[in-house]
């Protein structure tokens, strides 16, 4: 099994500004993602984040508005960029399950509201 | 277009009784579906996935069915307990490097 944390744990930040949420595992892991819980709704992926290769964004999301770092196997930032009330959500890692290509453990998140 | 649907947003269950939790997709591209349980302010908890080329899997007191031809699957719980009580996420994969497509979720609640 892996250990994932997140920081910060949750923020409350004005609009305008930006926020870079960080990533730890304590195992190294090829790939990590970054997904989004918006209220009431379910979690959906914000992008793909490979070691030494940029991240492969979803359909919706751009680098501009969410840069993400990659800097090693165990570590990543995503950055929520110039942010507005729409972008609180909570904010969530997560990596590859031992050998499986698809199940994934996850982050205890990042709770993020924007005033 | 939402391509993994939880059209019930909350279930209530006697403790002792079965919990049945179900899921559709529309994606036939999906190989791998997955259960996620997930307490207030914590990250979702793998439970128990199934691949598409099976019809159900068991762990414990948590069973998956999955019905390719209908494109539905159903998480069985039994006997549910207090601890049960959480939201339930369905998720799929296309497998390799896809992430998970999940849906919106239903809230379980165990009731004494």
């Known amino acids: 099994s892996a250990v994932i944390s997140q920081k910060p744990s949750r923020d409350i930040c004005q609009r305008g500004t930006s926020l870079t949420i960080q990533c730890q595992v304590d195992?190294?892991?090829?790939?990590m993602f970054w997904y989004r819980q918006q209220p009431g709704q379910s979690l959906t992926l914000i992008a793909t984040?490979?070691?030494?290769?940029?991240?492969?964004?979803e359909s919706g999301f751009v680098i501009d508005k969410f840069p993400i770092s990659r800097p090693n196997l165990t570590f990543s930032t995503l950055t929520v960029s110039n942010m507005s009330p729409e972008d609180s959500s909570i904010y969530l890692c997560?990596?590859?399950?031992?050998?499986?290509?698809?199940?994934?453990?996850f982050g205890p998140g990042t709770r993020l509201t924007v005033t | 277009d939402q391509q993994v649907k939880q059209n019930s947003p909350s279930l209530s269950v006697q403790e002792g009784r079965i919990s049945i939790l179900n899921c559709d997709y529309t994606?036939?591209?999906?190989?791998?579906f997955l259960w996620y349980k997930k307490y207030p302010a914590e990250g979702p908890t793998f439970l128990i996935s199934?691949?598409?080329?099976?019809d159900k899997n068991e762990d414990g007191r948590f069973t998956v069915f999955l019905n390719k031809s209908a494109k539905h699957l159903s998480l069985h719980i039994v006997p549910s307990q207090p601890g049960d009580s959480a939201v339930y996420f369905c998720?799929?994969?296309?497998?390799?490097?896809?992430?998970?497509?999940f849906g919106k979720g239903t809230h379980l609640i165990i009731q004494p």
């Open positions: 997560s990596v590859f399950i031992g050998t499986s290509t698809y199940e994934q453990y």
């Open positions: 195992s190294q892991v090829t790939m």
């Open positions: 984040a490979n070691q030494g290769s940029e991240a492969t964004y």
């Open positions: 994606n036939s591209m999906f190989d791998y």
């Open positions: 199934i691949s598409s080329i099976k």
């Open positions: 998720a799929a994969s296309g497998g390799g490097a896809d992430g998970l497509t």
